[in-house]
């Protein structure tokens, strides 16, 4: 498998932060950080597609959204 070296710099505190999340979850560092870019690039893109479609068709309603988490197993948020 090809792999794309980079080197990565972060505040030294973050860097200890995502050290110990690699750790636990038993991934090594290089594969955590991969994981994290992609859940990224996932979310970017659903934020992209959701504008377009909102632009396209209105505003989803409630009930689309609450639909769409009780399907994705999300609960409501707990805002303030």
């Known amino acids: 498998m090809k792999v794309d070296k980079m080197s990565i710099s972060m505040d030294p505190d973050l860097g200890d932060q ?3 999340a690699a750790q636990r ?8 950080l991969a994981d994290a870019a992609a859940a990224k690039l996932r979310s970017e893109a659903l934020v992209y597609y959701l ?3 909102e ?11 609450d639909s769409a988490r009780e399907e994705l197993g999300f609960g409501r948020p707990n805002l303030p």
């Open 18 to 20: 995502v050290r110990e």
């Open 25 to 32: 979850a038993g991934k090594p560092l290089s594969g955590w």
């Open 51 to 53: 504008a377009d479609f």
């Open 55 to 65: 632009q396209r068709h209105g505003s989803l309603t409630e009930a689309e959204i």
